[in-house]
Nanobody, 128 residues
Framework: QVQLVESGGGLVQAGGSLRLSCAASGRTFSSYVMGWFRQAPGKEREFVSAVRWSDGNTYYANSVKGRFTITGDNAKNTVYLQMDSLKPEDTAIYYC?????????????????????WGQGTQVTVSS
């Protein structure tokens, strides 16, 4: 089991920036992909971005492409999400997830079902 702790959320004006962090502990060697998802009130949790530990490949939702950047620090077992040019529609609770590895991972990095481990979430609020 992997334990995840997010931090870095807050209140920012539209056009501003925030940097989220997700620190992983436990059986981190079993994690294959680290992902960021978000959930706004009354909506389902949606994919934002992901990074694959093995080769550093990154993935982004169309809504954040060009504005958000995901990076991973293997030595620190930490994943970051740099969010620039924030918009009010980016307001949500942001969650970090760790996927399973090996044959259990189907490659669907955008699917919440690929991530058995989740952090507690961090609130991001963007004012207009």
């Amino acid at each position: 089991q992997v334990q995840l702790v997010e931090s870095g959320g807050g209140l920012v004006q539209a056009g501003g920036s925030l940097r989220l962090s997700c620190a992983a502990s436990g059986r981190t060697f079993s994690s294959y992909v680290m992902g960021w998802f978000r959930q706004a009130p009354g909506k389902e949790r949606e994919f934002v971005s992901a990074v694959r530990w093995s080769d550093g490949n990154t993935y982004y939702a169309n809504s954040v492409k060009g504005r958000f950047t995901i990076t991973g620090d293997n030595a620190k077992n930490t994943v970051y999400l740099q969010m620039d040019s924030l918009k009010p529609e980016d307001t949500a609770i942001y969650y970090c997830g760790a996927s399973v590895a090996g044959p259990l991972y189907r490659g669907r990095y955008w699917d919440t079902r690929e991530y058995p481990s989740w952090g507690q979430g961090t609130q991001v609020t963007v004012s207009s």
